[in-house]
Nanobody, 120 residues
Framework: QVQLVESGGGSVQAGGSLRLSCKAS???????MGWFRQAPGKEREGVAT???????EYADSVKGRFTISRDNANDNLFLQMDDLKPEDTAMYYC???????????????WGQGTQVTVSS
């Protein structure tokens, strides 16, 4: 089972940017990886996924503002978040699933999460 560790969260003002990173404990180019978030009192929701071949999927709420990418050579997953809004405030988690995935897939490997707080 791959282990995942997120980093890069923090507090920013609305309109600002953050870049989240997720380091995987082992190399497996066949993993599909994703970013999810959960705000207090709300259900966890999918933010973006990226397959091993680079195919991506985004939630409508983040399209045009967030960009998911991966560095297979170094087992890293990224989420560039621009034009952040207060409603983006949540705990963000990375996840992995083999071999493919969508925003609605069941993922077996999860990181511990990193907090993102956006103030107005």
């Amino acid at each position: 089972q791959v282990q995942l560790v997120e980093s890069g969260g923090g507090s920013v003002q609305a309109g600002g940017s953050l870049r989240l990173s997720c380091k995987a404990s082992k190399s497996d180019y066949n993993y599909c990886m994703g970013w999810f978030r959960q705000a207090p009192g709300k259900e966890r929701e999918g933010v973006a996924t990226i397959r091993w071949d680079g195919q991506v999927e985004y939630a409508d709420s983040v399209k045009g503002r967030f960009t998911i990418s991966r560095d297979n050579a170094n087992d890293n997953l990224f989420l560039q978040m621009d034009d952040l809004k207060p409603e983006d405030t949540a705990m963000y988690y990375c996840a992995a699933r083999s071999p493919t995935c969508t925003l609605h897939s069941t993922f077996g490997a999860w990181g511990q999460g990193t907090q993102v707080t956006v103030s107005s």
